[in-house]
């Protein structure tokens, strides 16, 4: 049964590399690669088949990856979730003779939810799939107890309870005992301890309102970034300066819920691509369509924050988008440079910009070096004279080595004719060169 048929349950939103769109304060908790959700006593509701299941601090995600479409249960609707268990389990040669295409030998976990207006039903989660379900149960019942989904509405005062408005303070009230002998000095001890553990309590009612408001910190700021690109068009020179130090602010708070070994399990690789294909989306068009793999690596890793990947994750994230149909790609040169683009990076367009600088009349005497490039194109040097020598492979420069480093130049020996090589032509690049060079000496 596909994701659009099972109408009873709300819809998700999907990234466009397959990824669900988490709202703010939502975390992912497990992964399953493979799972279906059943009814157990309401035929009416259609049930839901080979679906990627993400379970996080609000909801259980049914994504159904070859659609990109998704189904979300709530968990607030989870009245008692049930320990897992075989539905043939009782019966060994029922189990036996079953058949093999049946759910009934797969694990279950049943759960009873509640549906508007007050309908009770039971469905059953499977898992299809080779993975540990108790550990998967767990988590779902930690999240529910939880009820992470009700923090952003509890607004509970950091600073303890009021004192009532004209209230003398409780120290003027009470009874003060004077320190005399041990006793006096006991009671002096253990009033600074007290003192000292309410100080304490109060510093970590802070620290977890903060930590609390943190991830709603970063979805606003995912929200302004998203704004803030869509209004680049009509925006003046100073306005996009500011704004490219705000994006710049922004890309610096990090990924709301990175993907894990611990939640994502088996699938983390896969999870890690295709959340780093989101991630890189944007850097890469503000970088002209083409990064460093090392530049990704640090940008992802300082906005993944304490989760830190290494470099064999990374390279392996990046070689499973062969896979999937993301934005993005990964692509070494002939120097064995590795670099991030975008599928709509046409080396053509380079080459037309490459070909136009190399036609000035400075560069025609004096050449263009891959930090001329890298400022014309607003990349990194090392990108630059990567595109320049693929244009030199391609017979539009020519290289001149020389203690200075690499110089190349327009090709001037398309110009000559083959036919009469001392032909000297008066129009064309031919000519723009002489003239260039006539006026130098």
């Given amino acids: 049964m596909?994701?659009?048929?099972?109408?009873?349950?709300?819809?998700?939103?999907?990234?466009?590399?397959g990824r669900p769109v988490l709202s703010a304060g939502e975390i992912e908790r497990h992964l399953l690669p493979l799972a279906d959700l059943e009814p157990e006593e309401n035929p009416r509701l259609a049930p839901l088949r080979g679906c990627l299941l993400a379970l996080t601090s609000h909801r259980i995600i049914f994504l159904h990856e070859p659609s990109l479409s998704a189904r979300a249960l709530p968990l607030a609707s989870i009245v008692h979730p049930y320990p897992p268990h075989r539905k043939n389990s009782h019966n060994p040669l029922r189990s036996l003779f079953s058949s093999s295409s049946s759910s009934s030998h797969h694990p279950r976990i049943r759960l009873q939810i509640s549906r508007p207006p007050s309908r009770s039903e039971v469905v059953a989660v499977v898992v299809t799939c080779k993975a540990d379900v108790d550990v998967f149960y767990g988590?779902?019942?930690?999240?529910?107890?939880?009820?992470?989904?009700?923090?952003?509405?509890?607004?509970?005062?950091?600073?303890g309870a009021s004192v009532a408005e004209g209230a003398p303070p409780r120290e003027d009230l009470a009874i003060r005992m004077p320190v005399v002998g041990v006793s006096g000095i006991l009671r002096k001890e253990q009033e600074t301890w007290e003192s000292a553990g309410q100080n304490l309590q109060d510093a970590f009612q802070d620290l977890n309102a903060l930590m609390s408001k943190a991830k709603e910190m970063m979805e606003l700021a995912e929200k302004m970034r998203q704004k803030l690109l869509t209004n680049q068009s009509n925006s003046n020179d100073e306005e996009m300066g500011s704004k490219q130090d705000m994006q710049d602010l922004l890309l610096s708070v990090g990924i709301v819920s990175p993907v894990t070994k611990e939640t994502a399990g088996a699938l983390y690789h896969q999870q890690l691509s295709r959340q780093l294909a989101d991630f890189v989306r944007v850097p890469v068009e503000r970088a002209g369509g083409m990064m460093a793999l090392v530049d990704v690596y640090c940008l992802f890793n300082r906005a993944r924050g304490t989760e830190l990947i290494s470099p064999e994750d990374l390279l392996q994230a990046c070689s499973l988008w062969e896979k999937f149909d993301v934005p993005v790609m990964l692509r070494k040169f002939d120097s064995g440079v590795?670099?991030?683009?975008?599928?709509?990076?046409?080396?053509?367009?380079?080459?037309?910009?490459?070909?136009?600088?190399?036609q000035k009349p400075d560069a025609l005497q004096k050449g263009v070096s891959a930090s001329d490039a890298a400022f014309t194109?607003?990349?990194?040097?090392?990108?630059?004279?990567?595109?320049?020598?693929?244009?030199?492979n391609k017979g539009l420069l020519c290289r001149d080595v020389s203690p200075d480093g690499f110089r190349f130049y327009i090709n001037l020996f398309n110009e000559i004719d083959p036919q009469n090589i001392y032909l000297t032509k008066t129009h064309g690049v031919y000519q723009t060169w002489i003239s260039v060079a006539t006026a130098a000496h």
Avoid: C, M, Y
């Fill in 2 to 17: 596909s994701v659009a048929a099972a109408d009873w349950l709300p819809s998700a939103t999907v990234t466009a590399s």
């Fill in 377 to 392: 194109l607003g990349i990194a040097p090392a990108l630059a004279k990567e595109h320049l020598l693929n244009a030199e």
């Fill in 338 to 358: 590795k670099v991030i683009q975008t599928k709509t990076h046409s080396d053509d367009e380079v080459f037309a910009r490459i070909s136009s600088l190399a």
């Fill in 139 to 159: 988590r779902l019942v930690e999240a529910i107890r939880a009820r992470i989904w009700e923090l952003a509405a509890a607004a509970v005062p950091a600073s």
